[in-house]
């Protein structure tokens, strides 16, 4: 029979790792790997089934093929040209700015709607700024 050694319960003090320096940095667990290893050893059978059924006409597989080739747009830089913000006509204007180049093509949706809440945070700022100096004056008035 061989001899297991027995690791004390207070080997390590509260808090203290068995191993300081942690997992080495890019290791992978072992389920991991398991799943990877199969994976590899099929790829090409799987790859060409996929393939075939999205040419059979299963969307599924054809989606999962675009997917790969086409991956999601993501955000990118717009250059609008938009009149001075500066006034609430100026604002109106850039309102109306971001509508047609939505209408053109320019700009989707989603990217005319995140550039119109830009511009309306401005328009708040700006209202607010106001604000301030109306209350302002009128205290001034009053005293």
Not at 65 to 94: C, H, N, V
């Amino acid at each position: 029979m061989t001899e297991q050694k027995k690791i004390s319960p207070h080997a390590w003090k509260k808090g203290q790792s068995g191993n300081p320096a942690g997992k080495k940095i890019g290791s992978r667990n072992k389920a991991t790997l398991a799943v990877l290893k199969l994976m590899e050893s099929g790829a090409k059978e799987i790859t060409e089934s996929v393939v075939a059924a999205a040419k059979g006409g299963d969307l599924t597989a054809a989606r999962m093929i675009l997917d790969r080739l086409a991956p999601p747009m993501r955000e990118r830089p717009i250059a609008l040209d938009l009149p001075s913000t500066d006034t609430a006509k100026g604002i109106s204007e850039a309102q109306q700015a971001i509508l047609r180049a939505v209408s053109d093509g320019e700009l989707t949706p989603g990217e005319a709607s995140t550039l119109s809440g830009v511009v309306e945070s401005h328009r708040k700022a700006l209202e607010t700024v106001e604000l301030e100096a109306r209350i302002a004056a009128l205290e001034e008035r009053t005293k």
